[in-house]
């Protein structure tokens, strides 16, 4: 499939992939490529992040499902269909996200940019931590990577990406990616 560059469609898409593997879970304690994550961490985060990231920089607030340590998979739809709504809206191509590390930006492209993106690079994680296919789209996968590398000092400082991985000089663009990000493209788990 290829993915849209539209960020309402891709987020769409990417979510989708996301919610299938959230689907898949059979095992939510099932230990994740983060170090000291479960499978219910992946998707704690993602639930647990965004909503103060989009509250403070736009003045929206999603709506709350239940905890992710009740219902994961709950959690994850609620929280998925309202960043969908968001994107949804037509009002949100005349609304702006302002946050003090990044500066202000269209709040589409803000979510494309920093949220929908970490879904993708997540859905590996969960997907690797619960035994599900866990092939992500090269082209995203090169434009991120592309996109990371050219402010690779930022992102390492910012603390929110491991030490990189190496990986071989002719690995696929997904495995550079995970090795980019700080994850062994080659964990099997425990």
Known sequence: MTLSDRPA???????GLFTERVRG?????????VAEWSARDVVRHLTEWFPG???SGAGIDLPRGPSVD???AEAWRVHCDGVQAVLDDPQTARRELSNPHIGTLPLD???DRFYTADVFMHTWDLARA???DDRLDPGLCAELLAGMEEV????RSSGQYGARVEVPDDADVQ?????FIGRDPYWKGA
């Open 9 to 15: 469609e891709r987020h769409r898409q990417v979510a």
């Open 109 to 111: 492209t803000a979510i």
């Open 70 to 72: 009740e219902d994961p």
């Open 53 to 55: 990231f989009l509250a």
């Open 175 to 179: 495995t550079r990616l995970l090795g």
């Open 130 to 132: 619960t035994g599900q």
């Open 152 to 155: 690779e000092e930022a992102i």
């Open 25 to 33: 879970t059979r095992s939510w304690d099932a230990p994740s490529p």
